[in-house]
């Protein structure tokens, strides 16, 4: 399996690619890399150098993949936080044209726009972009619940309406829906929930919430749900699959006391979970 993961690369720590890159890579998969900003590290930090690319610089590198002859053998397209609209245009261009060589390639669009607590943290005009152009393109999306309230305009406060509102911004193009993080009534404290959503049917797994605070799970959450759903084609066990491994990681991570997730120290997570969690039809 091949898959175009094009995102933000730092050097230092693990968010975008630096986050989304081993786990697909350690699950077999080839990953043509495509960085949309190569930072030092991640912006939690507050400080951090590097450059921002641009949508031309997207484009010479999949110009130079289609070169080598080898679209049609992408069997996935994975994109992350955008920087910029002009980065988006590009990552919409490099979709059609992976599909173009290969009608059954997936593209799997994290909606990267905000967080509950920390509101909308991308440029003005990407919240839009999402809503009107990527995520109508995609195949597969994995908002969190701050992200899904805005993709679909409901203010989800129980399973009932996290449900209308997944089956909502499928209306809009994505067959398949992964709300992560997900806290609605029926959630106890202590626990964080995962919905899946395709076909008209809903999957929902629940784990303990860890005392930890962290970037670039929910980089590395989006593709390990792509690669179990690119081989299983099943939502619910694409779910259960990649919760385990994130489940497993971020368990490591709290214990260890670490400031950016132990991707290659917890990396037996991503093939042998130590935990896995019942997937429940709701
Ligand atoms: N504190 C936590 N405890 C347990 N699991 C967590 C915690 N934070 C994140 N996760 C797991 O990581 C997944 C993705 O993280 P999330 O914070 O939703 O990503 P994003 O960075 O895109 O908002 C969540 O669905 C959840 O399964
Ligand atoms: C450059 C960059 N990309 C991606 C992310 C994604 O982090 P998170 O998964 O916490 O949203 C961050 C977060 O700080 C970042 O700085
Ligand atoms: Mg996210």
Same mark, same amino acid.
């Given at each position: 399996?091949?898959?175009?993961?094009?995102?933000?690369?730092?050097?230092? =720590?693990?968010?975008?690619?630096?986050?989304?890159?081993?786990?697909?890579? &350690?699950?077999?998969?080839?990953?043509?890399?495509?960085?949309?900003?190569?930072?030092?590290?991640?912006?939690?930090?507050?400080?951090? !150098?590097? !450059?921002?690319?641009? =949508?031309?610089? *997207?484009?010479?590198?999949?110009? =130079?993949?289609?070169?080598?002859?080898?679209?049609? /053998?992408?069997?996935?397209?994975?994109?992350?936080?955008?920087?910029?609209?002009?980065?988006? /245009?590009? *990552?919409?261009?490099?979709?059609? &044209?992976? !599909?173009?060589?290969?009608?059954?390639?997936?593209?799997?669009?994290?909606?990267?726009?905000?967080?509950?607590?920390?509101?909308?943290?991308?440029?003005?005009?990407?919240?839009?972009?999402?809503?009107?152009?990527?995520?109508?393109?995609?195949?597969?999306?994995?908002?969190?619940?701050?992200?899904?309230?805005?993709?679909?305009?409901?203010?989800? &406060?129980?399973?009932?309406?996290?449900?209308?509102?997944?089956?909502?911004?499928?209306?809009?193009?994505?067959?398949?829906?992964?709300?992560?993080?997900?806290?609605?009534?029926?959630?106890?404290?202590?626990?964080?929930?995962?919905?899946?959503?395709?076909?008209?049917?809903?999957?929902?797994?629940?784990?303990?919430?860890?005392?930890?605070?962290?970037?670039?799970?929910?980089?590395?959450?989006?593709?390990?749900?792509?690669?179990?759903?690119?081989?299983?084609?099943?939502?619910?066990?694409?779910?259960?699959?990649?919760?385990?491994?994130?489940?497993?990681?971020? &368990?490591?991570?709290?214990?260890? =006391?670490?400031?950016?997730?132990? /991707?290659?120290?917890?990396?037996?997570?991503?093939?042998?979970?130590?935990? /896995?969690?019942?997937?429940?039809?709701?």
């Amino acid at each position: 399996m091949n898959v175009l993961s094009i995102q933000s690369h730092v050097a230092y =720590g693990h968010v975008g690619n630096a986050s989304a890159v081993f786990p697909m890579q &350690r699950l077999g998969v080839e990953v043509w890399a495509v960085h949309t900003v190569q930072f030092s590290n991640h912006t939690g930090y507050g400080a951090w !150098r590097g !450059r921002v690319f641009d =949508g031309p610089a *997207i484009e010479e590198l999949v110009e =130079g993949i289609a070169e080598r002859g080898v679209l049609a /053998t992408c069997d996935g397209v994975l994109s992350g936080y955008m920087g910029s609209a002009d980065i988006g /245009t590009a *990552i919409l261009r490099a979709v059609a &044209r992976v !599909r173009e060589a290969n009608p059954a390639a997936l593209y799997c669009c994290d909606p990267v726009i905000g967080d509950i607590g920390r509101g909308v943290f991308v440029r003005p005009g990407i919240p839009e972009f999402m809503r009107d152009h990527a995520v109508p393109a995609a195949d597969i999306i994995t908002p969190n619940q701050f992200e899904l309230d805005y993709l679909s305009g409901i203010e989800t &406060r129980t399973l009932a309406d996290a449900k209308a509102a997944v089956a909502a911004v499928q209306a809009s193009g994505p067959q398949v829906v992964l709300v992560t993080s997900l806290h609605t009534e029926e959630t106890p404290d202590d626990s964080i929930d995962m919905l899946a959503g395709a076909n008209g049917q809903f999957w929902r797994l629940r784990t303990p919430r860890l005392s930890l605070d962290v970037n670039g799970a929910g980089d590395a959450t989006a593709a390990l749900f792509l690669v179990h759903y690119a081989r299983s084609r099943s939502a619910g066990e694409a779910l259960g699959a990649a919760a385990a491994s994130i489940y497993g990681l971020l &368990r490591r991570t709290a214990e260890a =006391g670490a400031r950016e997730i132990l /991707t290659v120290a917890a990396q037996e997570e991503f093939v042998a979970p130590s935990r /896995t969690f019942p997937v429940e039809a709701v």
